[in-house]
């Protein structure tokens, strides 16, 4: 099953008073998903969507409102398009990849294993409300190089000790990824394995040593994982 929207002037419109479950298949040899044309918009309303591993594309608007969309691989905004969170919450097991606009309120966003996917691959700058990459497979989160990951209310990145930990990579080895958790945002972190990251613009991001959160310091990181003897030194140095 497929959700095609091309028109200028088409619509997809779930109402807001209604709570249903859309349930995608897979048609052999047109496995599209949802495409949003530019100029159509679709939004969710407060339904649950399962694209069971297929794409949502959009080059218009998708609207997730208070709704579900879960199941998706590949998660496209083209450079026409929009994706609005509102409340809503979206979680993909392959990649996301945003050329466009996303919105995303106060909305949240999940990378979870699944889709036979052992790496997801993360494009564009991205502001997220609540975000979330969790793995039990030792998958692996890898973001365009350069890039800019911001985060205002809540951050999550879990693996599996000591063998399946979440791997956190740039799409360019030696390059930096950028991450920025904001003063007042909550961080979970447990079994990562991180490399080429930059989270100094905002929070400290798991102090203390990585032993402590069952994690790897894999190099070329910033604002990550400073020993709490370091964190005490800056305190008395900064007091004096």
């Known amino acids: ?52 591993c297929l794409n949502l594309e959009t080059a218009g608007q998708f609207v997730l409102g208070g709704g579900l969309v879960s199941g998706v691989n590949l998660l496209s905004i083209e450079s026409t398009g929009e994706l609005s969170g509102d409340t809503g919450s979206l979680r993909f097991a392959g990649d996301w990849w945003n050329a466009g606009t996303f919105n995303a309120a106060q909305s949240s966003v999940s990378m979870l294993d699944g889709c036979g996917t052992t790496e997801s691959l993360m494009l564009g700058d991205n502001s997220f409300y609540n975000f979330s990459a969790s793995t039990s497979t ?22 599996a000790a000591p063998n399946q930990r979440l791997k956190i990579r740039s799409s360019v080895n030696g390059q930096s990824v950028y991450f920025n958790l904001a003063a007042q945002g909550v961080q979970q972190i447990n079994a990562v394995d991180v490399k080429d990251n930059d989270a100094s613009a905002g929070q400290l991001l798991a102090p203390g040593i990585p032993a402590a959160y069952a994690s790897v310091d894999a190099g070329n990181n910033k604002n990550w994982f400073e020993q709490l003897s370091d964190l005490l030194f800056k305190d008395s140095f900064e007091s004096d």
């Not at 030792?138 to 693996?159: C, D, M, P, Y």
């Open 1 to 52: 099953m497929s959700l095609l929207l091309n028109s200028r002037q088409g619509q997809a419109l779930l109402p807001l008073t209604m709570v249903f479950t859309l349930a995608f298949q897979c048609i052999p040899g047109y496995c599209a998903g949802i495409s949003v044309g530019n100029g159509a918009s679709f939004h969710v309303g407060n339904a649950t969507i399962d694209l069971n």
């Open 138 to 159: 030792g998958k692996t989160l890898s973001i365009e190089a350069g890039s800019v990951q911001t985060f205002a209310n809540e951050l999550s990145l879990h693996g």
